[in-house]
């Protein structure tokens, strides 16, 4: 075991073959969740955005597919990776996906994500999960919702005159948060 500290480092082992996109793109959708969270780094290390240069239809097309895996590390790291390699809108058209993730704690991510950004479409999504069965949901959907602040009225006030009268409170509840006295 000395012997092997004594002696000077070797070089770092360079893989003979690097994958071609196309390559890593097939291995993200057949290999097992470790090997598709591997290409998901790699995609981010090798084929970061060019600034004006448009999204590659395949790459998106993959980041939408992981969104969807059956494995949650899987699609958080795909999140991850949509933000690093799409621009600001692509990134929270896909985060909108997110938010009918079966685990509450990737949905509450997804809300505060779309709510930091101020994505107005997400909008209707965001009232929907006033209702959902979650309480953490329930109240990181609120926070979003009355930080968008004027913006979310029209559809809370939409949502409001379309709900049964035993739900309608969910949503009057935040617009009266909006036009309180401290908004």
Do not use: C, Q
């Not at 092997?4 to 057949?30: C, D, K, N, S, Y």
């Not at 899987?74 to 929270?92: E, I, K, P, Y």
């Not at 058209?93 to 809300?111: C, G, K, N, Q």
């Amino acid at each position: 075991m000395l012997n092997a500290l004594r002696a000077p480092p070797r070089a770092p082992v360079v893989p003979a073959h690097r994958p071609a996109l196309p390559e890593l793109l097939g291995l993200a959708r057949t290999g097992t969740p470790e090997e598709t969270r591997w290409v998901l780094a790699r995609l981010v290390e090798e084929h970061a955005p060019v600034p004006g240069a448009g999204t590659d239809p395949e790459l998106r097309a993959l980041v939408e597919e992981l969104l969807r895996h059956p494995r949650a590390g899987v699609r958080l790291h795909a999140h991850r990776a949509s933000r690093a390699l799409f621009d600001r809108d692509t990134h929270a058209r896909l985060t909108e996906i997110l938010l009918s993730d079966p685990l509450p704690d990737v949905v509450r991510t997804a809300v505060r994500t779309l709510g930091r950004a101020a994505w107005a479409p997400a909008l209707p999504g965001l009232v929907r999960l006033l209702g959902h069965g979650k309480p953490v949901v329930r109240g990181a959907a609120r926070e979003a919702l009355v930080g968008f602040g004027g913006a979310a009225v029209p559809v809370l006030r939409r949502a409001a005159a379309h709900a049964r009268p035993d739900r309608r409170a969910l949503y009057t509840d935040v617009l009266a948060d909006l036009s309180g006295p401290g908004a």
